[in-house]
């Protein structure tokens, strides 16, 4: 059984910038994809950034430049740093790790 804790969630003014964490309990941390999602009020869930097995990293377009996703496995952590914020970011962000998702930590970006 997987869980998964997100934290660094808040309020924040644009242009700021902020980190969320992702604290993975599971004893197969190395063996699956796991990434950051997030969905805006009314708008489907979307792809923030993933890092694959193997390592490589991809980030939606419209966080290219802004956003930087790490981890951790001694820590089995999962970290995202998002810098210039905008109000299009408002949104809960979530952490996944093999089909598992994290309970969500609300990012809110004001103007």
């Known amino acids: 059984q997987v869980q998964l804790v997100e934290s660094g969630g808040g309020l924040v003014q644009v242009g700021e910038s902020l980190t969320l964490s992702c604290k993975i309990y599971?004893?197969?941390?190395?063996?699956?994809?796991m990434g950051w999602y997030r969905q805006a009020p009314g708008k489907q869930r979307e792809l923030v950034a993933s890092?694959?097995?193997?390592?490589?990293?991809r980030y939606a377009r419209s966080v290219l430049g802004r956003a930087t996703l790490s981890k951790v496995d001694a820590e089995k952590s999962l970290y995202l740093r998002m810098t210039d914020l905008q109000t299009e970011d408002t949104g809960v962000y979530y952490c996944?790790?093999?089909?598992?998702w994290g309970q969500g930590t609300q990012v809110t970006v004001s103007s």
């Open positions: 890092i694959s097995t193997f390592g490589e990293v």
């Open positions: 996944s790790f093999h089909a598992e």
């Open positions: 599971t004893n197969f941390f190395g063996v699956s994809a």
